[in-house]
Nanobody, 119 residues
Framework: QVQLVESGGGLVQPGGSLRLSCAAS????????MAWYRQAPGKQRELVAT???????NYADSVKGRFTISRDNAKKSVYLQMNSLKTEDTAVYYC?????????????WGQGTQVTVSS
């Protein structure tokens, strides 16, 4: 069994910062890509950022320059530093490991952590 556990969500004022963390546990190793998604009320889940085991990153246009994804391969963990938060960043944020040979071609998701940006 593989579990992804997120933490770090909460309530923050516009312009503030939060750091999300996600740790993978269980029978998984050599994780290639890890990602963060988010889903706002009434909207589809959208990709926020990805990072490979080699450190290559990609971001949604809406968060470029404000969010930074990073990871610690030894800890099987991924992080999302969110700065200059906007009200439109309010969503449930999910950690993800996409399908890959090392996952038996299945995806894994965390339970989600709520981020609310409001004054």
């Amino acid at each position: 069994q593989v579990q992804l556990v997120e933490s770090g969500g909460g309530l923050v004022q516009p312009g503030g910062s939060l750091r999300l963390s996600c740790a993978a546990s269980g029978s998984i190793s050599n994780i290639n890509t890890m990602a963060w998604y988010r889903q706002a009320p009434g909207k589809q889940r959208e990709l926020v950022a990805t990072i490979t085991s080699g450190g290559n990153t990609n971001y949604a246009d809406s968060v470029k320059g404000r969010f930074t994804i990073s990871r610690d391969n030894a800890k099987k963990s991924v992080y999302l530093q969110m700065n200059s938060l906007k009200t439109e960043d309010t969503a449930v944020y999910y950690c993800n490991i996409p399908p890959a040979p090392t996952t038996g071609w299945r995806a894994y998701w965390g339970q989600g952590t709520q981020v609310t940006v409001s004054s």
